[in-house]
C-alpha cells in the first residue's frame, strides 16, 4: 500500500478536477511513494505590487472568474522604476539597519496627473527578510509631521497665508484637546517666537501647526485629507490636536497620491494600477478612460503649500542644506515626518509628473536608535528613486494658477507695510487672501484667541512629535 502527502494528494486531485493534469498522470504521480514540494525557481517579479493587483480585482471579479476567467492584465508599472526602487530600497535599507536599527523600508511612486502606480516596493526584500511578504505601502503608519500639509492647505482657505505670523512658544491645548494635556515640542527643542506660515512649515515647527488646526478645525482637515485620498479616518472622535503632527495612521501608497495631488493644482486622480483587461477571447474588458479627476482643494491653495514646501531657503533654519530634500536641476516640493521614539520615518515628495513616498522603520514598530529622523533615513531613499526616475525628463515647473499675486509686505506682521515700516518682503497670496487694508475678521483673529486662551504651565507633561 503507497502512502503520501494528504496536502500532495490534494494538490493532485485539484489539478485533475481542473483540467490540467489527465486522471491517467494523477495515478501515475501517486503510485510514485512520497511526493515532495519544490519551491518555484523564479520568483515574483514586482511581488508586493502582483498581490496587490490582484486584491484591486477581486473588487471588481470573484475569485473564480480571476482563476479561471483568463484574464490578461495590463498594468500601470514601470518595471525599469520598479527595478531601481528595489535596488535602492535594499541598499539603503542595509545601510539604515547597520546604523540605526531600521529593519524594514518601503517606497511607491505614481503619476499624481493620471494615477498610476509606477513602482510598488513594500519591504526591503518580498523574499528574505523577515516579514518581508508584508506589503508596508498599503498597511497603516502614523506619519508624523508629513501630515502637516493638510492642516496648512485647509488653513489656506480659510484665513491663513503664507505670511501670517504663528507665535512659537511653548503652549498647553488642554482645552482644544479634549481636557487631556497635551504640551508640544519642537524637534529642535526650541521656541522660535512670531515666524511667518511659511517658515513654519517649511521648517516643521510644531507648535504653530497645532495653533492652525485648533484655529481651522479638526473636522475641516479631516474633510481636506479626505478628499486628496486618505480614507484611515473615519473615527473622528479618536483625534485631537496631535493630529496635526501625525497623530492618525494613514498608508503610504494613500499618503503619497494626497499630496501628490498638490501639486498637481490639487486636483485628486483615484489610483489605478490597472491599465487594460483582455477577456480569454481577446476581448477588450476593461479599458482605463482618460483621467479627469476631482478638484479635491482649491488651486491658489495648493499651489501656496506646494511653493512652501519647495523652497530650500525657508526650511534651512532647521534643515540646513539638506541635498537629500532637493533634486539636482528641477523643482521639488518635499515633506518629512517622524514618529514618537523614533518608530517612524517618511519622507514624502513630488514634482508636476511623479510622487514618490518612503517609509523607514521596523514591523513590529519598535524603536530605531536616536535621530533616525524622516530626513536621515528616509529622505536618502527618496531622493536616490527620484533622481534615477526623473534623469534626462524634461524638467516640469509647478504651474502657478490664476489668482496668484505678489505683494509686498511687512516681514513682522505678515501685511501690508505701514508709511514708516523699515523693511518689506515680497509674499505670494491667493486672490481670496491678499492682504488689504481694512480687512474682516479671519483665521488670523482666531490664531490670536488661541494665543489669549492657552495656558502655561511647566509642570504638566510635555509631549514631543519629532520630525
Known amino acids: 500500500m503507497l502512502t503520501y502527502c494528504t496536502s500532495a494528494r490534494l494538490v493532485i486531485r485539484s489539478m485533475t478536477e481542473n483540467g490540467y493534469i489527465t486522471a491517467e498522470i494523477a495515478e501515475k504521480t501517486l503510485a510514485q511513494g512520497e511526493i515532495?514540494?519544490?519551491?518555484?525557481?523564479?520568483?515574483?517579479?514586482?511581488?508586493?505590487?502582483?498581490?496587490?493587483?490582484?486584491?484591486?480585482?477581486?473588487?471588481?471579479?470573484?475569485?473564480?472568474?480571476?482563476?479561471?476567467?483568463?484574464?490578461?492584465?495590463?498594468?500601470?508599472?514601470?518595471?525599469?522604476?520598479?527595478?531601481?526602487?528595489?535596488?535602492?530600497?535594499?541598499?539603503?535599507?542595509?545601510?539604515?539597519?547597520?546604523?540605526?536599527?531600521?529593519?524594514?523600508?518601503?517606497?511607491?511612486?505614481?503619476?499624481?496627473?493620471?494615477?498610476?502606480?509606477?513602482?510598488?516596493?513594500g519591504s526591503r526584500d518580498y523574499f528574505k527578510t523577515k516579514d518581508g511578504s508584508v506589503n508596508v505601502v498599503?498597511?497603516?503608519?502614523?506619519?508624523?509631521?508629513?501630515?502637516?500639509p493638510y492642516v496648512y492647505v485647509t488653513g489656506m482657505t480659510n484665513g491663513l497665508t503664507p505670511a501670517s505670523i504663528l507665535v512659537d512658544s511653548r503652549t498647553d491645548f488642554t482645552a482644544s484637546n479634549y481636557n487631556v494635556s497635551y504640551i508640544p515640542q519642537n524637534y529642535s527643542g526650541k521656541h522660535y517666537g512670531a515666524i511667518p506660515v511659511r517658515k513654519a512649515l517649511a521648517g516643521s515647527l510644531n507648535i504653530p501647526a497645532v495653533k492652525a488646526l485648533v484655529s481651522v478645525g479638526i473636522d475641516k482637515v479631516i474633510n481636506t485629507a479626505e478628499k486628496l485620498c486618505i480614507t484611515t479616518l473615519e473615527d473622528r472622535k479618536r483625534f485631537g490636536s496631535s493630529l496635526a503632527l501625525g497623530g492618525a495612521e494613514?498608508?503610504?501608497?494613500?499618503?503619497?497620491?494626497?499630496?501628490?495631488?498638490?501639486?498637481?493644482?490639487?486636483?485628486?486622480?483615484?489610483?489605478?494600477?490597472?491599465?487594460?483587461?483582455?477577456?480569454?477571447?481577446?476581448?477588450?474588458?476593461?479599458?482605463?478612460?482618460?483621467?479627469?479627476?476631482?478638484?479635491?482643494?482649491?488651486?491658489?491653495?495648493?499651489?501656496?503649500?506646494?511653493?512652501?514646501?519647495?523652497?530650500?531657503?525657508?526650511?534651512?533654519?532647521?534643515?540646513?542644506?539638506?541635498?537629500?530634500l532637493q533634486l539636482s536641476n528641477r523643482p521639488v516640493a518635499v515633506k518629512t515626518g517622524t514618529t514618537q521614539e523614533f518608530r517612524d520615518a517618511w519622507t514624502v515628495g513630488f514634482t508636476p509628473t511623479l510622487a514618490t513616498?518612503?517609509?523607514?522603520?521596523?514591523?513590529?514598530?519598535?524603536?530605531?536608535?536616536?535621530?533616525?529622523?524622516?530626513?536621515?533615513?528616509?529622505?536618502?531613499?527618496?531622493?536616490?528613486?527620484?533622481?534615477?526616475?526623473?534623469?534626462?525628463?524634461?524638467?516640469?515647473?509647478?504651474?502657478?494658477?490664476?489668482?496668484?499675486?505678489?505683494?509686498?509686505?511687512?516681514?513682522?506682521?505678515?501685511?501690508?507695510?505701514?508709511l514708516t515700516a523699515s523693511s518689506t518682503k515680497k509674499e505670494i497670496f491667493a486672490s481670496f487672501n491678499a492682504p488689504v487694508r481694512k480687512t474682516k475678521t479671519s483665521l488670523v483673529s482666531k490664531l490670536d484667541k488661541v494665543e489669549a486662551v492657552s495656558k502655561i504651565n511647566t509642570e504638566k507633561m510635555i509631549v514631543t512629535t519629532k520630525d
Request: without cysteine; glycine residues 8%.
Open 36 to 121: 515532495k514540494f519544490k519551491r518555484i525557481p523564479t520568483e515574483i517579479k514586482a511581488p508586493h505590487f502582483v498581490f496587490y493587483v490582484i486584491d484591486y480585482l477581486k473588487k471588481i471579479y470573484d475569485e473564480e472568474k480571476l482563476r479561471t476567467g483568463g484574464l490578461t492584465i495590463y498594468t500601470s508599472l514601470d518595471y525599469k522604476l520598479q527595478k531601481e526602487g528595489e535596488r535602492i530600497v535594499a541598499a539603503r535599507g542595509a545601510e539604515n539597519e547597520k546604523k540605526f536599527n531600521a529593519g524594514n523600508a518601503a517606497l511607491v511612486s505614481l503619476d499624481p496627473r493620471n494615477g498610476e502606480i509606477l513602482a510598488m516596493v
Open 138 to 148: 498599503t498597511s497603516l503608519q502614523q506619519p508624523g509631521s508629513s501630515f502637516k
Open 250 to 324: 494613514v498608508t503610504l501608497l494613500e499618503h503619497t497620491a494626497g499630496l501628490g495631488a498638490l501639486g498637481n493644482g490639487g486636483i485628486m486622480q483615484e489610483v489605478n494600477p490597472i491599465m487594460k483587461i483582455i477577456g480569454l477571447n481577446k476581448e477588450i474588458v476593461y479599458q482605463r478612460e482618460v483621467a479627469t479627476g476631482t478638484q479635491a482643494v482649491d488651486p491658489q491653495a495648493a499651489y501656496l503649500i506646494t511653493d512652501i514646501l519647495s523652497d530650500t531657503k525657508a526650511r534651512q533654519f532647521i534643515f540646513g542644506r539638506a541635498p537629500n
Open 357 to 418: 513616498g518612503v517609509w523607514v522603520g521596523n514591523n513590529d514598530n519598535s524603536p530605531m536608535k536616536e535621530k533616525a529622523d524622516g530626513s536621515v533615513v528616509a529622505a536618502p531613499i527618496w531622493h536616490d528613486f527620484m533622481e534615477k526616475a526623473l534623469d534626462n525628463k524634461p524638467i516640469a515647473k509647478f504651474t502657478r494658477p490664476k489668482g496668484i499675486v505678489e505683494v509686498a509686505i511687512d516681514p513682522f506682521t505678515g501685511r501690508l507695510p505701514s
